[in-house]
């Protein structure tokens, strides 16, 4: 199984402290087990900055940096060896495996996390924490404080500065290393046979559910625990809802079939759409649709490269996907003042793209000091330009609606300009037919 390396976490942690204040320290939680109903839990995944930090795979967890400690910079509290438990709910680390599995300099019992860590707080300036995204976190942090603060008049020293540690960690999470890209390409690879499979067992009758267990079963196989987000099987209509999860429509002959799916990879994902004809043959109208995205796809590639900016390549599908528009006769008018206009939007209404990563909408700026942000080397990103022709829209002749089509892929920025990672999937019109008509 392809993974990140131990020695990446390392150099992670090492990374960040070495951009922390001097004397500050660093407090991070795992993700908490979520109940799904009575005695039955959500599969486990843990928080990717806890992940991207420690590579530690077990809830109730807490990491803990504190740069240039003698005794230890990086402390690991979690949960204790237990053969009952273990018995009943799978191995644990323990604190000897945090530390030798894990690289903890030192660990300690979850449970006796109370009595410890405000004494490795205390005479600390500064506290880095994800302050806001978990209240019940937040409040714990308070109350250790709150512990060495009680104790001020026997001289203990509460710190002063309380620090989101988002600014940091989440810059560091948007340039990918060499080890992440390569875990990338191995959900993408994964990812991009599931679309294949799907493809091939595409037939009028089927169920959309019928094609998600087809992406399941590959995601399954390679390796992934789960997909990255929830499958959209979009069919005819549905396939102009944007975040369909419905998955439970027939499949019929003459319609497209939009699936946007993914796997994840070591908590890395991928993010690819394709839209195919249920019966394996463009009608005119989906052709000419599905043509101008991918047209505006391939003009958002080029617009992809160190230096340019992060709208460029929305600016570059926008520009087509208008001018497509206009040239059917979807839109009236003159190109640009359609563009100044946003009349597109009542076709695309979205954006070109988010940052890719551990989370499927990663973290990462878009804009730094009021300016879009300028791709550099290792950025990952999404290319999905898409057209959606509602239903309902009166202004348009009715052989157009219910048309909806997107095409996703996922890059990296390179030295040349990106790499595609998910180009194993089939794209053009005749390599899609082609392929279907092999599987019939
Ligand atoms: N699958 C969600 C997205 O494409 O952003
Ligand atoms: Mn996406
Ligand atoms: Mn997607």
């Given at each position: 199984m392809i993974h990140i390396p131990k020695a990446e976490y390392t150099r992670r942690r090492k990374a960040l402290m070495a951009q922390m204040e001097p004397n500050s320290i660093a407090i991070l939680p795992a993700a908490a087990v979520a109940i799904r109903n009575r005695d039955v839990e959500h599969v486990y995944r843990q928080d990717s900055d806890f992940q991207y930090l420690s590579g530690f795979p077990e809830p109730e967890a807490v990491i803990v940096l504190m740069p240039g400690?003698?005794?230890?910079?990086y402390v690991l509290f979690c949960r204790e060896r237990n053969a009952e438990r273990e018995l009943w709910d799978g191995l644990r680390a323990g604190t000897e495996g945090a530390i030798?599995?894990?690289?903890?300099d030192d660990a300690f019992p979850i449970t006796d996390i109370d009595d410890i860590l405000p004494g490795l707080i205390e005479g600390r300036d500064r506290v880095y924490s994800a302050m806001g995204s978990n209240a019940e976190f937040d409040r714990h942090v308070m109350e250790w404080i709150n512990v060495i603060r009680s104790k001020a008049h026997l001289g203990a020293q509460p710190p002063n500065e309380f620090v989101a540690l988002d600014h940091l960690l989440h810059d560091m999470r948007l340039y990918k290393s060499a080890a992440e890209v390569k875990v990338m390409r191995e959900a993408a690879r994964i990812s991009c046979a599931a679309h294949v499979r799907a493809m091939q067992a595409?037939?009028?009758?089927?169920?959309e559910f019928s094609l998600e267990a087809e992406l399941d079963y590959e995601f399954r196989k390679g390796g992934?625990?789960?997909?990255?987000y929830g499958s959209i099987v979009a069919a005819g209509r549905n396939?102009?809802?944007?975040?369909?999860?419905?998955?439970d429509a027939v499949l019929k002959d003459g319609d497209l079939v939009l699936i946007d799916a993914g796997c994840e990879i070591d908590c890395y994902a991928s993010d690819i759409t394709r839209t195919w004809p249920v019966n394996g043959k463009f009608s005119p109208e989906q052709k000419a649709i599905y043509e101008i995205v991918l047209a505006s796809q391939e003009a958002a590639f080029k617009q992809?490269?160190?230096?340019?900016?992060?709208?460029q390549a929305h600016e570059a599908t926008v520009q087509v996907i208008t001018a497509g528009l206009v040239k059917l006769g979807l839109l009236q008018g003159d190109v640009d003042e359609l563009i100044a206009s946003e009349a597109y939007r009542a076709f695309y209404m979205h954006r070109a793209g988010h940052w890719l990563g551990m989370?499927?909408?990663?973290?990462?700026?878009?804009?730094v000091g009021g300016e879009w942000r300028v791709l550099e080397v290792g950025m990952a990103l999404t290319v999905e330009p898409g057209i959606y022709i509602s239903?309902?829209?009166?202004?348009?002749?009715?052989?157009?609606?219910g048309i909806g089509v997107r095409i996703e892929d996922d890059v990296v920025v390179t030295k040349q300009g990106c790499e595609?990672?998910?180009?194993?999937v089939p794209k053009t019109v005749a390599e899609i037919e082609a392929l279907m008509a092999a599987a019939r």
């Open positions: 400690r003698q005794h230890g910079e030798r599995d894990f690289g903890a595409s037939r009028a009758g089927l169920h992934a625990k789960m997909p990255a396939s102009c809802i944007l975040h369909y999860q419905q998955n992809i490269a160190p230096n340019k900016h992060w709208n989370d499927v909408h990663d973290v990462g700026e878009y804009k239903p309902d829209n009166q202004n348009v002749a009715k052989k157009w609606r595609i990672l998910t180009g194993g």
